[in-house]
């Protein structure tokens, strides 16, 4: 099983797995206009909002965690 964790600081995305070090993933500073999207596991959601591509396999031991 693999520990996958994203942080956002200071407008950066990073990705961290099994505790190891936190890799960039996306420079987000530039962005002028917050967004409103629910968060999906194993789905996208088109442009209604509506769940679609469903993955086909399983999920366990899933969680989000929010930090301020």
């Known amino acids: ?7 956002r600081r200071n407008g950066i995305l990073y990705v961290n797995f099994n505790d190891g ?3 960039q993933l996306l420079d987000m500073t530039s962005l ?8 999906t ?4 959601l088109n442009g209604s ?4 591509r469903y993955f ?3 999920l366990k031991n899933m969680s989000v965690k929010i930090y301020e």
């Open 32 to 39: 002028k206009t917050p967004f409103d999207s629910p968060i």
């Open 21 to 23: 070090e936190d890799e």
């Open 41 to 44: 596991f194993g789905c996208s």
């Open 49 to 52: 909002g509506n769940p679609q």
């Open 56 to 58: 086909k396999g399983t």
């Open 1 to 7: 099983m693999n520990k996958e964790v994203l942080k």
